[in-house]
């Protein structure tokens, strides 16, 4: 059932909630339940407004304690249900416990985001230029200008959104942003 409700969100066939409500009864003995078949309904309970559920499912038997895949796994899911205070303390202890830079990025990009999405921009600015010490990234660079802009730095986001156009000529999404300062 698990195979066919994957084949369904991967196609598009069915909807999540479609899915959800149609493996939610399956799921009921989570012990046959593999790590991926169990992270996969945690997304669908998320996306179901099911976030208390797909958390507590995650944490029984989802192996997010068991490595970075699942500490990231579960770091994204906070995220995702929105809860925020949860999600940047997770990725806090993934970047205490790696060396992977890849893994570093991506944390600093996800608590970038988040910070920006509650407003909190200096601190985002912070987390998105830590995140460029791995390598130069143009979204990263959007985002520097998107806080800016936020800021009231206009001149500096359109500084940032320049240069990022000097590489990437075709970027919409930078075109609309320094179309609106």
């Known amino acids: 059932l698990f195979i066919l409700g994957k084949s369904y969100f991967f196609t598009g066939y069915r909807d999540n909630a479609a899915i ?4 939610k009864n399956s799921s009921s003995n989570i012990d046959l339940l593999s790590i991926d078949d169990v992270r996969f309904y945690s997304l669908l309970c998320l996306s179901g407004g099911g976030a208390d559920e797909g958390l507590a499912l995650l944490d029984k038997k989802g192996g997010v304690e068991d490595s970075v895949e699942g500490k990231l796994f579960k770091a994204k899911a906070l995220k995702n249900s929105m809860k925020y205070t949860d999600a ?3 990725f806090q202890k993934i970047l205490k416990t790696t060396d992977d830079p890849y893994v570093q990025k991506l944390s600093y990009t996800n608590l970038g985001r988040i910070y920006f999405s509650q407003n909190l921009y200096k601190e985002s600015l912070d987390q998105f230029n830590a ?3 791995f390598g130069d990234d143009i979204n990263c660079k959007i985002w ?3 806080n800016y802009l936020a800021m ?3 001149d500096n986001a359109k500084a ?3 240069e990022v156009l000097a590489v990437n000529a075709d970027n919409e999404e930078v075109k609309k942003l320094l179309g609106s300062l």
């Open 20 to 23: 959800y409500s149609m493996l």
């Open 88 to 90: 940047i303390i997770a």
């Open 131 to 133: 995140a460029l010490n």
């Open 144 to 146: 520097i200008g998107k």
């Open 152 to 154: 009231g730095m206009k």
């Open 160 to 162: 940032v959104w320049s």
